[in-house]
């Protein structure tokens, strides 16, 4: 049984990363206790597959943007023929493994 990743936030982005897969990203607000904001990286099936944490949200939005990501409330086109994952996630390992957070895949 996979542990469930708590993400209360549902502003999606997206990136489209070959024929029918999406990489989404989902932003969230750390506590008072621990400022900043991580970003969860989830596939069509609602795994998380990776995260990665930023200063402030405007800069994991600079960072998404940069790497290929679009928000998924504001592309009317990607929402006409895909839809994002349903909550609940889940924790999940990528067949590449850490792709963004490894650097591999992300633009710094």
């Known amino acids: 049984m996979s542990e469930n990743v708590d993400i209360r936030s549902r502003d999606y982005w997206v ?3 070959g024929m029918l897969e999406q990489n989404w990203a989902l932003i969230e607000t750390n506590d008072a206790a621990s ?10 099936t609602s795994g998380v597959f990776d995260e990665m944490s930023f200063p402030s949200s405007e800069e994991a939005t600079r960072a ?16 006409s023929f895909i839809v994002p994952p349903a909550p609940p996630f889940e924790q999940s390992r990528h067949p590449n493994g850490a792709i963004y957070s490894s650097g591999r895949y992300w633009i710094g």
């Not at 400022?35 to 069509?44: E, H, K, L, T």
């Open 15 to 17: 990136k489209v990363v």
């Open 64 to 79: 998404l943007r940069n790497n290929g990501f679009r928000r998924y409330a504001e592309d009317r086109e990607l929402q």
């Open 35 to 44: 400022p900043g904001v991580r970003v969860f990286f989830v596939g069509d």
